[in-house]
């Protein structure tokens, strides 16, 4: 029974479909966590996930919302545990995602006092909330609770409901018809969009019209597979997939070219280059500098959040509508190409990167295993439906570059925060919302340090709950932050400053042992394939602590001559490991030079000739 305004938030969230909360309590949002502990020993709660930090809630609900398509909700106390959200709820805003997040508030009375832990929630949060409010009264909080569902789900953004502590505890009356009292709706808005039929005749036009469509896919594509690929079959197109829309788009697809851009695939920058047609669906790709030059392609764009059409690229129609629905529409409308030579082209390219990819991996370095070897033997061994997470670092060009995800499995990272952290507290979300797939977490040395090895703590307490246990983290161990070395090398011409960039090293996989789960090291190439047999046999978790080199080069698909120009300023400058990144960075760029030439000559296939 509804008695006071906790219970009636925990069933008004209920019945958004709200099943699972990310929270960590406090005394600022007490009353909230003792109406959640009397509904769960009712049998009546939602199950309450306890991480090791409020950082970690919102960024488990952003991969809730993510992985599932629906709503996370994150529940933090005041001042102190609210700030400690806002790095998550900005991975939210900024990837598009649908959050709730409750945070506590002093009293009523305390508002203005400056009293302890009683801060300007509304102002600290404006920037990242698409809505925020303050319940004050209990005729006030069904209102604010379904609008802030409602705005997340239709904005695609976080929003955020500030519970002052007196008001969590008050008598919950029903809102009446009254001037200033809103009595308000729990339903669920469609977002559905279908935009106008002329406008969709006129996007099929330039389809139509097109001699070399490119396809750039991206996670708000996600749900719309068959519709993708069956309007890319018609347009003779190639696609390209942004990171995050990797899942979305199954890797034996033979005109899938990946990615584009620093961890993108060379056939993705070569249909840049070359096409005159480009659709944009679901993705708001931000590197403008690997688009078309203006003028070359006729372009489309379709997305769910208006304010970003036409915003990367001078499109000529913008289709304000979800990618699903609106391909259903279009689709109809596309004539069927007979020359496909456009596609053949992109699929006979991505042979040729297949091969660079594989002989990149199968590089030595003198300084530890090639972290490229570790991502290609774990790409051979994924099994169905499996989930893969990373982090922003380097982890993130080995999972560009070398991660194919088949139909069925997903897949993801902060895109636009670009944020290390968010690897384990995705994987741990993941778990949580598929418990029966197998969830494998990629994580550099420097990420698992800052959320990783308290996050192998959540998972201990977990664990027996989810009924698959397979839970595999691998940690490139270079100690090393070998992202922003390079970025130090590659954008700013600067040597690696070791006081800042080295990480200092620690026994990943004796920790985890610690914890009562297997460590595996892996610590030369040739003991990568057996460690990633014997994580995929166990039936638990298993931590991987592979010592990798950290001078094995990022090297992106094409070298431009300012990346050379700024490597070698900082090589000249002093870098500490300047010999090692030449040798390192020669291996590559022989290797793919090798590939590129036998890609070219035919060396290695049959011929009839």
Known sequence: MTTTVSDFVIERIKQWGVTRVFGFPGDGIGELDGALGKAERAGEGLQYIRPTHEEICSLMATAHAKFTGEVGVCIATSSPGAFHMMNGLYDAAMDNQPVVAIVGQQGLNSFGTFTMQESNLELAFADVAAYVQTIVSPEQAQVVIDTAFRTAITRLQPTVIILPHDVQGMKMVEPTAAMWVSRSSAVAPSTKLKPPAAEIARAAAIINAGKKVTFLVGHGATGATDEVLLAAQLAGAGIITALRGKQVVPSDVPYHSQQLGLLGSLPSANQMKDCDTLVLLGTNYPYGQFLPKTGQARAIQVDLRPEQLGLRYPTEVNLWGDVKTTLAALIPLIEQKE??????????????????????????YDDGANPRRVFHELNKRLPANAIVTADAGTTADWYGHHIRLRRGMLGDLSGRLATM??????????????????????????????LGMNELITIKKYAAS????????????????SQVSWEMRTEDGNPVWRTAQDVE???YAGWAE?????????????????A??????????TLID?????????????????FAKLTGEALLKGDPFGAEVVKGSAKALISEGVERVKGALKIGEDRDD
């Open 339 to 364: 020359d496909l030579s456009w596609q053949e082209s992109v699929a006979s390219d991505m042979v040729e990167w297949e091969n660079e990819m594989e002989a990149q991996a199968m590089l030595h």
């Open 421 to 450: 952290l968010a690897a384990m507290p995705y994987a741990v979300a993941a778990k949580f919302a598929y418990p029966e797939r197998t969830v494998v977490c990629t994580i550099g040395d420097g990420a698992f340090q800052m």
């Open 466 to 481: 989810w009924t698959n246990q397979k839970l595999i983290i691998m940690v490139l161990h270079n100690d090393d932050l």
């Open 505 to 507: 090293s620690v026994d």
């Open 514 to 530: 610690l914890l009562g789960f297997t460590g595996i090291r892996i610590k030369t190439d040739d003991e990568i394939e057996a």
């Open 532 to 541: 990633w047999d014997r994580a995929f046999a166990s039936d638990g978790v």
């Open 546 to 562: 592979a010592y990798t080199s950290r001078n094995a080069p990022p090297l992106p698909p094409h070298i431009t001559k300012e």
